[in-house]
């Protein structure tokens, strides 16, 4: 009986030393940030993200910051990655770099103003591609300003 009890448990403890090496666990929210930076941009006949095409993993803290480098105001949105992700905050940074706003709850869309940058502090928790990243303003995604996300 005791053997078959040990036979059991060492089971159960392995069992659970694999998963635990899979599953991330604790508060997700307080890890160090990845830093991952996007522009937002303009030339005269187009619009554009820098890059197009960002990646991420599910489980790890993201700072996304978004600069706004063009000469007009551009959003940052995306259903979908609303969707995938735990939003931590989002911070509106100062001239001298500085947050000088954060906003909590989820967030779906960020519009930035021509020089400006801002922050989307998130964990993603769900993994795909996710194909409608876009700016929302008139004219601008048919011009180009358009983006792909991957969760792995
Ligand atoms: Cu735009």
Redesign the pocket.
């Known amino acids: 009986m005791k053997k078959i009890l040990i036979v059991f448990i060492l089971i159960i403890s392995s069992f659970f030393t694999v998963w635990g090496s899979v599953i991330a666990s604790g508060d997700l929210t307080k890890q160090e940030p990845i830093t991952v930076d996007v522009q937002?941009g303009?030339t005269d006949n187009s619009?554009l993200f820098v890059p197009s095409s960002l990646e991420f993993e599910t489980g790890k803290l993201y700072k996304l910051v978004i600069h706004n480098v063009?000469k007009?105001?551009?959003?940052f949105s995306s259903e979908g990655l609303s969707r995938s992700v735990f939003t931590r905050k989002a911070q509106v940074l100062g001239a001298d770099g500085k947050a000088i706003a954060e906003i909590k709850g989820s967030i779906r869309e960020i519009e930035v103003y021509p020089g400006g940058t801002a922050e989307w502090w998130f964990v993603p928790v769900k993994s795909g591609n996710i194909n409608d990243l876009k700016?929302?303003?008139k004219g601008?995604e048919e011009a180009g300003?358009v983006g792909k996300i991957t969760i792995k």
């Open positions: 937002l303009d619009y063009g007009t105001k551009h959003y700016c929302t303003i601008h300003m």
